[in-house]
Every structure is written in structure tokens, then in C-alpha cells.
């Protein structure tokens, strides 16, 4: 069973930054995509933004030029930076693996607050 632990949420105010890291417990460059997602109260989960296993990224439109992803494969961890936050970032920001014949995996999810 994979796990992933996300860490890095909290309450910023708008305009600032937060960064976020999920540890992986296995291998990612076994999956072919790795992926951060969120979901605010009354809202369907959505995608923020993915990498590939070949290092190729795709952004939400609404994050495009604030928020970056990354991966460190040394460390099986992957990133979001977020800079430039709004309120309407404010969501549960899910990390997500998927590979094939590997399966798909979530982390517990981490709150990011962002307050006007």
C-alpha cells in the first residue's frame, strides 16, 4: 500500500506564499503522474496541477504564474509552491500518485487557508 503524507498548510494571509510537500513512501518515478488537487466546502475536487515522469507539467488555469510543482526523486517527495495566494485558493489541497498497473493513491489531504 502505498501512503502519501502531505505537510506545509496553514493560515496565510492573501499575498503570501506557502509551500507544500508529499512524501511518498515508494519509488515516484515509478508513477507516470504525480499531482496536487483541492477541494473547497461545497465544491468538486479539482486539479491544480500535475508532472509527469518525464518532468512535462500542467497547471489549472487559475494558478498558471503562481503556483509551481515539483518533484525530487531522491527524496520521493513532490511540491507545490504557491505564491501570490487569494482567498479563493482557501481548500483541502490533496496530493495524488498514479501509475500504471501501480494504481492510484491520496494523501490525507492539508488545509490551506487564505484570509483577506
Known amino acids: 500500500q502505498v501512503q502519501l503524507v502531505e505537510s506545509g498548510g496553514g493560515l496565510v494571509q492573501a499575498g503570501g506564499s506557502l509551500r507544500l510537500s508529499c512524501a511518498v513512501s515508494?519509488?515516484?518515478?515509478?508513477?507516470?503522474?504525480l499531482g496536487w488537487y483541492r477541494q473547497a466546502p461545497g465544491k468538486q475536487r479539482e486539479l491544480v496541477a500535475s508532472?509527469?515522469?518525464?518532468?512535462?507539467?500542467n497547471y489549472a488555469s487559475s494558478v498558471k504564474g503562481r503556483f509551481t510543482i515539483s518533484r525530487d526523486n531522491a527524496k520521493n517527495t513532490v511540491y507545490l509552491q504557491m505564491n501570490s495566494l487569494k482567498p479563493e485558493d482557501t481548500a483541502v489541497y490533496y496530493c495524488?500518485?498514479?501509475?500504471?498497473?501501480?494504481?492510484?493513491?491520496w494523501g490525507q489531504g492539508t488545509q490551506v487557508t487564505v484570509s483577506s
Open positions: 495524488n500518485v498514479d501509475g500504471v498497473g501501480l494504481g492510484r493513491y
Open positions: 508532472i509527469t515522469s518525464g518532468g512535462s507539467t
Open positions: 515508494e519509488n515516484i518515478f515509478s508513477f507516470n503522474v
